[in-house]
């Protein structure tokens, strides 16, 4: 690809590198599949396969990075899989973001539906963002349903319990493909090893 110009393969990651040739890229930025079988896809079952990040490994230059998005249920399969290939694990950054959406399972709801028990309403969600009526979620979907109180004394014991903490971060795994030499001689020879530090400090 010449100066500026870009090129999107839609295939299969393995079936992709095997026309990329040795040494040929000065980095990479991904976000792979997280290995926690999203709204059941297959897709999704596990993280990327040691081949792939050897794949990886051979088309990129010496010195080169890999900055991989991972779950934080699942990033330590990640972060093994890369290393495994032959990559330097160097670092682990995080994305920060405030608008997960929960997806816990309530305990106390939980008890009294399998005891058989009406819960009674006992008021609005403090939750809610009313709109024309009606309640919504960060997302745009109907949701948060109105307060209830606990039916059974197993329920009010677990009244306040989830399942599930709010999705406010994911892991980045910073690894390096070994160097050629020194680093003074990889960069000069290769175009890459080192990290623009000073273009990212926040003034």
């Known amino acids: 690809m010449g100066k500026n110009r870009f090129s999107i393969l839609h295939t299969d990651v393995l079936a992709a590198f095997k026309v990329m040739p040795d040494n040929s890229?000065?980095?990479?930025?991904?976000?792979?599949?997280?290995?926690?079988?999203?709204?059941?896809?297959?897709?999704?079952?596990?993280?990327?396969?040691?081949?792939?990040?050897?794949?990886?490994?051979?088309?990129?230059?010496p010195g080169a990075h890999v900055l991989a998005f991972g779950g934080t249920r699942t990033f330590h399969r990640l972060t093994c899989a890369i290393e495994d290939?032959?990559?330097?694990?160097?670092?682990?950054?995080?994305?920060?973001?405030?608008?997960?959406?929960?997806?816990?399972h309530d305990v106390s709801k939980a008890i009294d539906r399998e005891a058989g028990a009406m819960r009674e309403v006992i008021g609005p969600n403090p939750h809610a963002r009313p709109s024309d009526g009606q309640t919504f979620n960060a997302m745009g979907a109907k949701s948060h349903p109105p307060l209830t109180a606990s039916a059974t004394s197993a329920a009010r014991q677990w009244e306040g319990h989830g399942t599930a903490l709010k999705p406010a971060w994911e892991p980045i795994v910073v690894a390096r493909k070994p160097l050629d030499g020194t680093v003074a001689q990889n960069v000069q020879r290769w175009g890459c090893g080192g990290l623009a530090i000073d273009a990212s400090r926040v003034e």
């Open 85 to 104: 290939a032959g990559f330097e694990i160097r670092d682990c950054m995080m994305w920060l973001y405030g608008s997960g959406f929960p997806k816990s």
């Open 25 to 61: 890229y000065h980095g990479c930025l991904t976000d792979p599949p997280y290995g926690l079988s999203f709204m059941g896809h297959g897709w999704d079952h596990g993280v990327p396969s040691v081949d792939v990040w050897r794949e990886l490994l051979r088309v990129l230059r």
